[in-house]
């Protein structure tokens, strides 16, 4: 059974940084993608970034390009993501969602994710 647990969240001032982390369970190899999304009240959950785990391609939306960084440990089943120059509009409820499918189609959040964890909470705030 594949389980996703997100880490990392908490209170930072504009500008700072946060490392979030997922750690991935139960897939059988490395031919996934794992996708950060986000999540403010009374919006919908909007994808940022995925990475295609055995080819190690990531891909970002312009929302978070040139700050967020994403990257991934196989020797400990884990996907980060460094959060710098955070801004108040980063606030939100972070996911780290899972899906089979190839690096071509890492970034086409509208095709849904597989398998989901739970939220982290961000805040951003001085």
């Known amino acids: 059974e594949v389980q996703l647990q997100a880490s990392g969240g908490g209170l930072v001032q504009p500008g700072g940084s946060l490392r979030l982390s997922c750690a991935a369970s139960?897939?059988?190899?490395?031919?996934?993608?794992i996708a950060w999304f986000r999540q403010v009240p009374g919006k919908e959950r909007e994808g940022i970034v995925c990475?295609?785990?055995?080819?190690?391609?990531?891909y970002y939306d312009d929302s978070v390009k040139g700050r967020f960084t994403i990257s991934s440990d196989s020797a400990k089943n884990a996907v980060f993501l460094q959060m710098n120059s955070l801004k108040s509009e980063d606030t939100a409820v972070y996911y780290c969602?899972?899906?089979?499918?190839?690096?071509?189609?890492?970034?086409?959040?509208?095709?849904?994710?597989?398998?989901w964890g739970n939220g982290t909470q961000v805040t951003v705030s001085s």
């Open positions: 139960g897939f059988a190899d490395d031919d996934y993608a």
């Open positions: 969602a899972g899906g089979d499918r190839s690096a071509s189609d890492c970034q086409d959040y509208s095709r849904g994710m597989d398998f």
């Open positions: 990475i295609s785990i055995g080819e190690g391609a990531a």
